[in-house]
């Protein structure tokens, strides 16, 4: 693929990336979101077309324009969410659609299963073919939807964060099968958040960056800090002497803890953290997706019990077992997901600005309406929020508006420990100044915040202290003022017995 | 303090416009009834109409609670022909026994469904079909497959017969009320506003703490109740419990609902609207009927039903043309 160009609506979302995967070999693809990597594969694949640039396959002009074609041409592609039936055999989603015949007419069942067993076994892996796919383990299907795509002759794999959700021996089975693809000649595209493993299996990696590829390098010689730096577009001599400087971080006077997590654990995605948060404190969650983060929040708010570990809140063992209960014990959780988990679109700005208060308004089990529309006016005003009254439903609003409501909602029940996760994500610049200075002026009442971003720049600027994540894990922790980007970066990339 | 704006029609209107075809419907219908047929607009007419009706304004509106969590009651029919029964057994005690006993006996099924659906997690379609199916044959047991007649002895027969000093019939009277509580409950309290929120986006609901179980159970309770009053009506209008009757009916209310605007995912809808839903589709017959005693033409009762379907979809179609126009207005400003 050459110099390829992709908007959407006016939209850049490629912007002159190139990519070249050899025969055979393992090539990882990295980025962070929104850098165009699945634009980029959608293209290859057929789902989208290109605006302008070329791409060949196999030495020749390729003119994919459904995933039918790049199926037919042996391209295949292993989703997050696998696309295989369920609800059928393992044969079956092997063979589906070419299935081999008796008399051409009757599916030949023995020679199916007979071929499902022997793809699998060269994968290392023998389990009853005529069982549902469905009664077997995510990386089992994951397997089943790589032997159906060898099956089909592929000679280019495209894996998209096949290890999400599998454990570590399963990974291990998942890397097998990858290095006897290649050894077979098979070619891998391999688009994973965790740099770790691109280290153990793949041969070259392209780095994209706002819809270009920026570089393409061999896997031997690259460093971790190298990786990150490129992705985030920052010089990597600069970030390895931030690291050089010793840092010994500000003095900033904070009050009494409010919370303290010792040790806690979720599951796979979170297996360790330790965090303070004191009282007008805002302490930052800093790391790359699908270091916790998120499910660090989770954990927080009892929505994903403790599997270990335990969370105190002044100084009190808290049992945050569910999100009501959290918000009884004064947190709240501003979410990542907006429009799934935030707004209710149907219902008003005023609706949706007092529900989580609704309690609180409620006389003799009446919403006390000249309390309720007082209080919306106030944040209304307060917040600056955009809106053509407080009877407009919410889905009308701009993103920023929108994100201030919710804000507001929570604010509005008066919590003392605030969770943000990516407060300003598709918010514009001035909504976003406007939202960071009202979390500044809520901590400074003597409450406390998480904020979690996956904009560097918002967590170095915001927070007070930014406890970094790598792979589930809190590894260190860094205090402002003095954090520069450069040195968060750093630490990221700073993981167990490995010097940047 | 009095809150006027909530019942003012205008912000009604703006809050609610998925609604405004079925009121247009609605008297576009009265319109033509009252010029065409002479008693169309007669005491004799009106209360008969609303009389009978009273059971699926009941009906519907307990429905409507369900829906606008965005969950389906199916049972709703079944449960009204148990109760119609168990209202008949009781009848020799009293409307002020019967009643609340039969109701009482609808919630029990309606806690029933809540249980499968919350505590086992089951589709609220699967969990009130297999309820449906299970209130059937109960009627049919407990009433030995026939109708059991009430005791006239009583003040049972009241409720479906008697009109309140002359007026109007017991049975719209006491539908009546707890509409208009029901109205109240949903446009003015906390659990209103929950029920909405449910369905606008039942994740969201459980991340702000709100109490989405208790809630989701109380419509449930709610619907059953309804169905188990529309059991006692029922009985008492027709002098007998009737086990086989409420068939179809749960598809009329929910018909019913989703006339007045009601979305069927949940999330939005209106008391009033859906009262209006329920008249028009009950109206649809009593016009046929007029057309029919006029003698110009003979309209039989299958077609009555092919021609109830087909107004139904064009008020339908009409309220999906009010709602693109709606939203089409909403993005320039």
Redesign the interface.
């Known amino acids: 693929m050459s110099a390829i160009q992709k908007a959407f609506n006016g939209v850049v979302a490629l912007d002159g990336a190139s990519l070249e995967i050899e025969k055979g070999e393992v090539h990882a693809l990295i980025g962070q979101n929104g850098a165009g990597k699945s634009t980029l594969i959608k293209i290859l694949t057929g789902v989208y077309r290109s605006d302008d640039g070329a791409v060949e396959f196999d030495g020749a002009e390729s003119l994919i324009s459904s995933p039918r074609e790049a199926q037919a041409a042996g391209i295949a592609t292993i989703y997050q969410e696998l696309n295989l039936v369920p609800l059928r055999s393992v044969t079956e989603n092997i063979v589906m659609g070419y299935e081999p015949k008796k008399l051409g007419v009757f599916i030949d069942w023995d020679e199916a299963h007979n071929r499902a067993r022997e793809i699998l076994k060269r994968f290392g892996i023998d389990i009853d073919v005529t069982a549902r796919l469905g009664s077997f383990s995510t990386a089992i299907q994951q397997l089943v939807a790589i032997a159906r795509a060898v099956s089909l002759d592929a000679k280019l794999v495209i894996m998209d964060e096949p290890t999400s959700s599998l454990d570590v021996s399963e990974v291990k089975v998942l890397f097998g099968v990858v290095r006897s693809l290649r050894d077979a000649g098979v070619s891998v595209l391999y688009v994973s958040h965790f740099l770790d493993e691109l280290f153990e299996i793949c041969d070259r990696v392209t780095t994209m960056r706002d819809g270009r590829t920026v570089d393409c390098r061999k896997m031997d010689g690259v460093t971790k800090l190298g990786l990150i730096s490129g992705m985030l577009g920052r010089d990597s001599s600069e970030i390895a002497e931030a690291g050089m400087t010793e840092f010994s971080g500000g003095a900033a006077k904070h009050g009494e803890v409010l919370l303290h997590a010792d040790n806690i654990a979720t599951g796979p995605r979170l297996t360790k953290l330790d965090m303070t948060v004191h009282r007008g404190e805002i302490v930052g969650l800093g790391g790359l997706l699908g270091s916790g983060r998120t499910e660090a929040a989770r954990a927080l ?1 009892g ?1 994903d019990p403790l599997a270990s570990g335990t969370v105190s809140l002044k100084g009190l063992d808290a049992r945050l077992e ?3 209960a ?3 014990a004064g947190i709240a ?1 501003l ?1 990542e997901d907006r429009k ?9 700005v005023r ?1 949706n600005l007092t ?2 208060l ?2 609180k ?2 006389r003799n ?6 309390r309720e529309r007082e209080i919306v006016q106030g944040f209304i005003e307060a917040l600056g929020i955009k809106t ?1 009254g407080m ?1 407009q ?1 919410i889905r ?1 609003l701009s993103g920023g508006n929108q994100q201030k409501v919710l804000l507001a ?1 929570w604010l509005a029940v008066e919590p003392e420990l605030l969770i943000l996760d990516e407060p300003t994500r598709g918010v514009d610049v001035g909504a976003k100044r406007e939202i960071q200075a009202i979390i500044r002026d809520f901590v400074s009442k003597g409450f406390g915040v998480v904020l979690i971003s996956s904009e560097f720049e918002e967590l170095v600027e915001g927070a007070d202290r930014i406890v970094v994540l790598n792979e589930g894990r809190s590894i260190t922790e860094l205090k402002n003022p003095g954090i520069t980007e450069d040195i968060l970066v750093h630490a990221l990339a700073h993981t167990d017995g490995e010097a940047a | 303090m009095l809150d006027t704006n909530a019942f003012d029609l205008r912000s009604y209107i703006s809050r609610n416009p998925q609604s405004i075809a079925v009121w247009i419907a609605l008297a576009a219908l009265i319109t033509f009834g009252l010029l065409r047929y002479d008693n169309f607009g007669g005491a004799y007419n009106i209360s008969s109409f609303l009389n009978y009706n009273s059971m699926f304004i009941i009906i519907s509106v307990g429905m409507s609670f369900v829906i606008m969590t965005g969950g389906i009651d199916l049972s709703v029919g079944s449960v009204a022909a148990f109760t119609s029964v168990v209202a008949a057994y009781m009848s020799p005690y009293g409307i002020e026994i019967a009643l609340p006993i039969a109701v009482l006996a609808g919630m029990l099924f309606g806690g029933l469904n809540a249980f499968f659906i919350i505590a086992l997690r089951i589709p609220p379609f699967i969990a009130t079909l297999a309820t449906m199916l299970g209130a059937k044959g109960g009627a049919l047991v407990i009433s030995g497959a026939d109708t059991i007649a009430v005791d006239w002895g009583s003040n049972f027969t009241k409720m479906g017969m008697e009109k309140v000093f002359n007026i109007l019939p017991w049975s719209i009277v006491v539908v009546g009320i707890i509409v208009v509580g029901l109205w109240f409950l949903l446009e003015k309290t906390s659990l209103g506003r929950t029920v909405l929120a449910i369905g606008g986006s039942e994740d969201a609901s459980t991340l702000m703490g709100l109490k989405v179980n208790r809630t989701k159970a109380f419509v449930y309770l709610l619907s059953g109740g309804c169905a188990g009053l529309a059991g006692v009506i029922l009985a008492s209008g027709f002098g007998a419990g009737q086990p086989l009757e409420g068939i179809g009916w749960e598809l009329s209310a929910i018909a019913a609902v989703v006339v007045g605007g009601t979305l069927l995912t949940g999330g939005l809808g209106s008391v009033p609207a859906t009262v209006a839903g329920a008249l028009l589709l009950g109206l649809v017959f009593n016009i046929l009927n007029f057309e029919n005693g006029l003698g110009t033409i003979s309209i039989s009762a299958y077609w009555q039903m092919v021609i109830r379907g087909g107004f139904l979809f064009a008020v339908i179609l009409f309220q999906a043309r009010v709602m693109s126009r709606n939203k089409r207005k909403g993005r320039v400003a």
Request: net charge negative; no cysteine.
């Open positions: 708010f929505i569910t999100p009501a959290a918000i009884k959780f979410t799934a988990e935030g707004i209710i679109p149907d219902m008003t609706e529900l989580a609704l309690p308004l409620t089990g009446q919403i006390d309406r000249a053509a009877e439903p009308e909602r």
